[in-house]
């Protein structure tokens, strides 16, 4: 239950703000490595294996390891065209639902190992990260259709061997994805999955690590694939909304889209959605790949609202990125760049208090303004107004909810020589909140 509580103050009381308390509760703050993961801003994410092969999105379980046979596979390639664009991670499915291994483990033959490749994928996508200076990422499907054990108590000892492997074998891993999905086993049966065991154990093994999951418990899921994030979106959750990973409902879902401005515990939401239609690579989707117009657009929704994409650019059966996709990656650095160039605020102005005003080059066109909230110290604002001055007049422009990491702003172009912040309401008795304008 939220109480909100006004206090007094003259700035607040001259602009009407609203604090609302927190129970005198301090507010949660992020840990170093959810502030480096939210400032990465962008990551890759990779789905290849069996089903690159087969034209799947889930593989079955049966597919015969023999079909993973990449013609010109080439780690480099994809780490260079993600760094070109800007992306600052990786996140590579080292299993999917289908338990095929790309890295050859001891857990079982359904891997690498027994392909034409032979080699160690995993590794190679580590390198070639650590060579482009891209931290790395890993996802584990814990829904396994091929093992044998899956289904039985013994499922959870074979799940963490192949996360010890996974955690030990290829330096810092930056991000640990665990999927919800939980169908049926070979056996036909499904799997309880004992998340505080994997959790903990990720925690042994790489400490500097995020884990992903719907449930966190260091990064939540958005809530949807298509890579919008809410409008209002709180850093902050209540985790007993959302214990687990999988779990649905009007209450779930709203927790993943927005947060909580009560909640107790710091969990951003990560943002996952598909340069293509599918997650893995389908040449029938060769011109279905996401236009630039709308991968900036993807940013806004996402970054721009506080939270992170991770932008799935899957390998093709050569073994790299479709030249396409790597154009469209290249073309949305471009157009993200050339939108920053030429702010009309030269640099940015903080606010510590209830607003701010900046005064622009007279007649200043605006279509984009920026706001951001200095997260490190946790995350404030609940609700903000945005005017702009014409000809001595002041004029709304915008109004919203929270800001957070980042949250960008689009208005009807329009000649400004003022603008003007009005924080209206806010958890706590600080927020700091900087302002940029661009034309576009
Ligand atoms: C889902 C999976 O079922 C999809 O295949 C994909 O991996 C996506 C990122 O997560 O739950």
């Known amino acids: 239950m ?74 480099r390639q994809w780490t260079r065209a993600a760094k070109v664009a800007g992306f600052r991670a990786l996140v590579l499915t080292a299993k999917h639902h289908d338990g095929f291994c790309l890295w050859p483990t001891a ?63 290829y330096g810092p891993v930056h991000e640990v994805w665990f999927d919800g999905a939980n169908g049926e086993g070979p056996s036909g049966k499904r799997q309880v999955y004992d998340w505080p065991r994997f959790w903990g154990l990720v925690k042994r093994l790489q400490p500097d690590a995020v884990i992903f999951s719907d449930a966190g418990p260091d990064v939540r899921w958005i809530g949807n694939e298509r890579g919008v994030a809410g409008e209002t979106n709180w850093s902050t959750v209540d985790p007993d909304v959302v214990p687990v990973p999988g779990m649905s ?57 506080n939270s992170k994409l991770l932008l799935n650019v899957p390998p093709t059966r050569a073994g790299r990125l479709h030249e396409t996709d790597v154009a469209r990656l290249a073309g949305m650095r471009a157009a993200l760049d050339a939108r920053d160039a030429d702010p009309l605020v030269a640099g940015t102005v903080r606010a510590d208090g209830d607003g701010t005003q900046v005064t622009l080059r007279p007649g200043s066109r605006v279509g984009r303004v920026v706001l951001r909230e200095p997260i490190e110290q946790g ?46 309401e806010r958890f706590g008795g600080h927020a700091a909140v900087s302002i940029a304008a661009f034309a576009s």
């Open 2 to 75: 939220r109480r909100r509580t006004f206090l007094a103050s003259s700035s607040a009381a001259l602009l009407g703000a609203r604090h609302l308390s927190s129970q005198g509760r301090a507010r949660p703050r992020p840990t170093p490595a959810q502030l480096t993961w939210q400032r990465d801003e962008l990551a890759l994410f990779a789905h290849f294996g069996v089903n690159t092969f087969t034209d799947r999105e889930w593989g079955d379980g049966t597919e015969s390891p023999a079909i993973f046979d990449p013609s010109a596979f080439d780690a």
């Open 107 to 169: 857990t079982t033959q359904h891997s690498v190992a027994a392909s034409p490749v032979r080699g160690d994928v995993v590794q190679a996508v580590a390198d070639a990260c650590r060579a482009d200076g891209l931290r790395l990422g890993l996802y584990l499907s814990p829904w396994d259709r091929n093992a044998a054990v899956y289904g039985s108590d013994r499922y959870s000892d074979f799940y963490c061997d192949q996360l010890t492997e996974l955690l030990t074998r």
């Open 249 to 305: 409902g009007d209450a779930v879902m709203r927790m993943l889209q927005e947060g909580d401005p009560d909640g107790s515990v710091w969990r951003p939401g990560e943002t996952d959605t598909s340069i293509r239609p599918g997650w893995f690579y389908h040449a029938a989707e060769d011109d279905r790949v996401r236009s630039v117009d709308d991968l900036v657009r993807l940013y806004d929704t996402s970054v721009g609202r």
């Open 379 to 424: 995350q404030h604002v609940a609700g903000w107004r945005l005017l702009g001055r014409t000809n001595g007049a002041w004029q709304p422009l915008a109004r919203g909810t929270t800001i957070g990491y980042q949250r960008a702003i689009a208005i009807d172009p329009c000649t400004v020589d003022a603008l003007r912040l009005d924080i209206v």
